[in-house]
T-cell receptor, first 114, second 114 residues
Framework: KQEVTQIPAALSVPEGENLVLNCSFTDSAIYNLQWFRQDPGKGLTSLLLIQSSQREQTSGRLNASLDKSSGRSTLYIAASQPGDSATYLCAVRITQGGSEKLVFGKGTKLTVNP | DTGVSQNPRHKITKRGQNVTFRCDPISEHNRLYWYRQTLGQGPEFLTYFQNEAQLEKSRLLSDRFSAERPKGSFSTLEIQRTEQGDSAMYLC????????????FGQGTRLTVV
């Protein structure tokens, strides 16, 4: 059974700091990995998608890496801003017997202090 | 394209009542997912549709839950005889037929059972 773990569960940093969020998964048989942002009481906003054959994806101040063989991904946020405060979720897409789903971690709650 | 749309955004119901939620996916997305999220947890998979076919239903879904996707367009999730434990955010997501593409989520329906 695929399990996704995110560390740390919460992180508080001063504005301007660079930071890394970690995601690990137990089964390397994934199609892709997606990072999401969730603001309180809201839905999920897609940040980055990394295919299983890729090592890295970048969007603005965000950089996500994937090491499929070791079951790890990181989300790097450069020059953090108070507006980055949110919960960050990673999810792996898996297929099973004709079906498919995203399996999520519990998220990392990020607070960026002005 | 306005993204994934979910209605209602909030629902308060008395225990024992039936409720129905609607999800309108992004047009031309043939894959549709329902998830449930409780406070402090990541989204948990409930069910998956490919076009109008329901290909997987999680064990989390008791017999009180039913989902449909007539004609492969919008989807409904019905909960019969609601219980307080059903209180959660219900999220819908859709994605293109190509597995190597992003999943997009709606804003969710917040259910409170009193």
């Amino acid at each position: 059974k695929q399990e996704v773990t995110q560390i740390p569960a919460a992180l508080s940093v001063p504005e301007g700091e660079n930071l890394v969020l970690n995601c690990s998964f137990t089964d390397s048989a994934i199609y892709n990995l997606q990072w999401f942002r969730q603001d309180p009481g809201k839905g999920l906003t897609s940040l980055l998608l990394i295919q299983s054959s890729q090592r890295e994806q970048t969007s603005g101040r965000l950089n996500a890496s994937l090491d499929k063989s070791s079951g790890r991904s990181t989300l790097y946020i450069a020059a953090s801003q108070p507006g980055d405060s949110a919960t960050y979720l990673c999810a792996v897409r898996i297929t099973q017997g004709g079906s498919e789903k995203l399996v999520f971690g519990k998220g990392t709650k990020l607070t960026v202090n002005p | 394209d306005t993204g994934v749309s979910q209605n209602p955004r909030h629902k308060i119901t008395k225990r024992g009542q039936n409720v129905t939620f609607r999800c309108d996916p992004i047009s031309e997305h043939n894959r549709l997912y329902w998830y449930r999220q409780t406070l402090g947890q990541g989204p948990e998979f409930l069910t998956y549709f490919q076009n109008e076919a329901q290909l997987e239903k999680s064990r989390l879904l008791s017999d009180r839950f039913s989902a449909e996707r007539p004609k492969g367009s919008f989807s409904t999730l019905e909960i019969q005889r609601t219980e307080q434990g059903d209180s959660a955010m219900y999220l819908c997501a859709s994605s293109h037929w190509d597995t190597n593409t992003e999943a997009f989520f709606g804003q969710g329906t917040r259910l409170t059972v009193v």
